[in-house]
């Protein structure tokens, strides 16, 4: 899952993203609220963290500009304890939940996963695909029961192949959710957990079949009987 924090404080935009890759998230940065902007329009993310006083424009900006445009990511709020006005307007503006600076990462890391918890998302808790079960909360996988031991990359390319069962997910596009962009060296490098992920499958007996498109992508489907 791919989220998108826009803060300019350089302590906590380096904690912040630590904390949520080793509990399994692809994190992208960017410090000012053109950039956000920019990434919202060209890239798609599961949630938004969202600093409110950034070095160029009020980070208020950018979630008026993402809802006006119609995009309902789930957006939260990281704002100062002096700043209630802020998270009034930030609630009405159409933020989802905030959180005080300062805070434990813990707790934020909590909100998070709320958030993406929330019913009428658009993130179902469990995947399912073949004998083949995630679960987008607790990160795990299971096949036929059991609980499957996959990294965090192969997990991350099976989520993105499940949310997408029988259609193709070009390597671009994993490619960029996996390592925040797209280039030559992190196209190899999906190949490779693609690779990787089609021999674990094949151990743990899963019923479905990552079926390569060349030049284009990955399909994944339940395999034939
Ligand atoms: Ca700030």
């Avoid at 404080?9 to 956000?36: M, N, Q, W, Y």
């Avoid at 890391?109 to 918890?117: D, T």
Wanted: with cysteine; charged share 30%.
């Amino acid at each position: 899952m791919r989220l998108l924090l826009v803060e300019d404080d350089p302590h906590l935009s380096e904690l912040i993203p630590k904390a949520l890759r080793s509990t399994g998230f692809t994190v992208d940065t960017c410090e000012l609220a053109d950039e956000a902007c920019c990434a919202l329009r060209n890239g798609e993310f599961e949630t938004v963290i969202l600093d409110l006083g950034l070095p160029d424009y009020d980070g208020m900006t950018v979630l008026r500009e993402m809802r006006q445009g119609g995009n309902a990511t789930p957006v939260l709020i990281l704002t100062s304890r002096d700043g209630l006005a802020d998270r009034v307007d930030g609630l009405n503006a159409g933020a989802d939940d905030y959180v005080l600076k300062p805070f434990e990462i813990e707790e934020l890391v909590a909100r998070i996963k709320a958030l993406l918890r929330r019913p009428g998302g658009a993130l179902g808790m469990t995947l399912t695909a073949g004998n083949v079960v995630l679960d987008t909360i607790s990160r795990e996988i299971r096949i036929d029961g059991k609980i499957a031991d996959l990294s965090r990359r192969e997990m991350s390319v099976l989520e993105h192949l499940i949310r997408r069962l029988d259609g193709v997910v070009a390597k671009e596009r994993l490619a960029e959710s996996l390592y925040g962009y797209a280039e030559n060296g992190s196209i190899n490098s999906v190949e490779v957990s693609v690779h990787r992920l089609r021999k674990r499958l094949a151990e743990l007996a899963a019923t479905v079949e990552i079926n390569t498109l060349r030049g284009v992508g990955y399909l994944l489907s339940e395999a034939a009987e």
